[in-house]
């Protein structure tokens, strides 16, 4: 499996996945606070008993020796483009049409987020249920709400003994200059068993207010479930 990162205000990244190992290709940085740094993320599927989650591992790193205090939130969602899909099983689109425009607009059919985010506080104009706001919504809503978001410290040296806090859907363990964050963002199970194909990081600073790191990454083929 390849998955690519897309950057959404910052910058560029490649992941490779080959079979259980996970390869990072740094093409550029995407955080832009030096203060720290996003390493060894990884994602694996799994089935539990009434859903399919997305197993989110990350590690940051702290890059000044005292504590970072930030906040991260956590998207992954499924986008498809507005093609019919049944249809063009028997129905192919006509070669002599050069530009597809149904390729072209796309639509999110599945979203979790954490912390969890009302989808009609980022756009209310979506009427239909079953499709959710665009990332770059999320980023925006976000950056309005910088207050919102999980609690994570990176600490410098000698601040303390490690320490974990979370949830069964999120934790962090605060270790001395790292702190490792582990995540699952779930998907009920749906009669063509879609999954997500994006996830997405926001790092905020709390004290500052703002986002200073975004990363989005691309599946570009199935998961195996585990």
Excluded: C
């Excluded at 425009?101 to 969890?116: A, T």
């Excluded at 009427?127 to 309005?144: A, H, S, T």
């Excluded at 609690?151 to 490690?162: F, H, L, R, S, Y």
């Amino acid at each position: 499996m390849t998955l690519t990162f897309l950057g959404v205000g910052f910058s560029e990244n490649k992941i490779i996945a080959q079979e259980n190992k996970t390869k990072t290709i740094p093409v550029n940085m995407s955080i832009s606070d030096e203060r720290f740094t996003l390493k060894n993320v990884s994602f694996f599927k799994r089935l539990e008993k009434t859903a399919s989650t997305l197993n989110i591992s990350a590690e940051f790193h702290n890059n000044t020796g005292q504590d970072i205090k930030l906040k991260i939130i956590l998207v992954a969602f499924r986008q498809i483009d507005s093609s019919n899909r049944e249809l063009r099983k028997f129905i192919k689109y006509p070669s002599w049409r050069k530009r597809d425009l149904d390729k072209e607009q796309h639509k999110n059919i599945l979203l979790d987020s954490l912390p969890r985010i009302d989808k009609n506080e980022v756009d209310a104009s979506l009427k239909d249920p079953n499709v959710f706001p665009d990332f770059q919504k999320y980023l925006q809503y976000i950056g309005n709400n910088p207050s919102m978001g999980n609690d994570i410290v990176i600490k410098g040296i000698n601040t303390g003994a490690a320490e974990t806090s979370g949830n069964q859907d999120i934790y962090a363990v605060n270790q001395s200059m790292k702190t490792s964050v582990f995540a699952k963002l779930k998907v009920e199970f749906n009669p063509n068993n879609e999954f997500f194909n994006y996830f997405g990081i926001i790092v905020i600073d709390p004290d500052q207010k703002k986002i200073v790191g975004s990363e989005l990454y691309y599946f570009d083929a199935p998961f195996r479930t585990h």
